[in-house]
């Protein structure tokens, strides 16, 4: 019991030391936005045009009018497309190990993001500080990682653990070419998956007898043609102008 509480300690210190610095990396964000557009006139766009830079161009020629009519020239809580930020943004499996998963491709996810902004911008300043928040989303990769193994290491790396004996274990380590090709066969082939079982390969094919389901009732379907045709009747009849 003390092992497991002294995990569950350590992972919401973890948490809650990334996600303070995570709201610390938004106001950093937001200042470096309302600053880009200190003293910025609304026909700014016209000289981006101009430029002979293509992606400042692209970027500025679709420019929020958020940011001035709504937000004055400073930085608001939304996205690169003006959608605002809600908590569905927010993902909890809860189950830890999938959620490091998930940690991990949302840092590499920003990691890649900020990469390419470091590339649209040959200013010092703005590259300096990506450049710090690209250290911190490797950081932030490396701890995720750190805690997906260990948890690996403790349950096991299927998730969720503890559940094998509950499934058609027959299909649980085969790839099945279902295209055209068979290249993916040489990832599989006589090799041995991280939980240590042979991987399989096979061809493709049909599981079971080709599925049949009972009509539904004919009150939810109405498709029977001779009441349709009866019922189209009775409109027109009833319709001088469609005679």
């Not at 030391?17 to 309302?34: C, F, K, S, Y």
């Not at 750190?146 to 790839?175: C, M, N, R, W």
């Not at 009150?219 to 319709?239: M, S």
Request: with cysteine; glycine share 8%; hydrophobic share 35%.
């Amino acid at each position: 019991m003390e092992f497991k509480y002294s995990w569950k300690r350590k992972i919401q210190d973890l948490l809650l030391d990334t996600g303070t610095e995570e709201i610390g990396h938004i106001e950093m964000l937001a200042t470096m936005i309302a600053h880009l557009l200190d003293d910025a006139p609304l026909n700014v766009q016209e000289s981006a045009y101009n430029c002979g830079d293509p992606a400042l161009a692209a970027v500025m020629g679709g420019m929020n009018p958020q940011h001035a009519i709504v937000n004055g020239l400073g930085a608001s809580l939304q996205d690169a497309n003006g959608n605002p930020w809600t908590s569905a943004y927010m993902e909890s499996s809860g189950n830890l190990l999938a959620d490091m998963r998930y940690n991990i491709t949302r840092e590499s996810m920003g990691r890649l993001q900020v990469t390419r902004q470091y590339h649209l911008t040959e200013d010092k300043g703005v590259r300096d500080m990506l450049s710090f928040l690209m250290a911190r989303e490797t950081q932030h990769q490396l701890q995720f990682m750190q805690v997906a193994k260990e948890l690996e290491d403790k349950y096991g790396v299927i998730v969720p653990h503890g559940t094998a004996d509950l499934e058609h274990s027959e299909f649980s380590h085969t790839l099945y070419n279902f295209s055209e090709g068979d290249e993916s066969k040489e990832i599989v082939e006589g090799k041995i998956a991280i939980d240590g079982q042979p991987f399989k390969y096979e061809e493709g094919k049909a599981m079971s007898e080709k599925p049949f389901n009972k009509p539904r009732p004919e009150a939810l379907r109405n498709t029977d043609l001779d009441q349709i045709i009866k019922d189209g009747r009775k409109i027109i009849e009833n319709d001088p102008e469609l005679k």
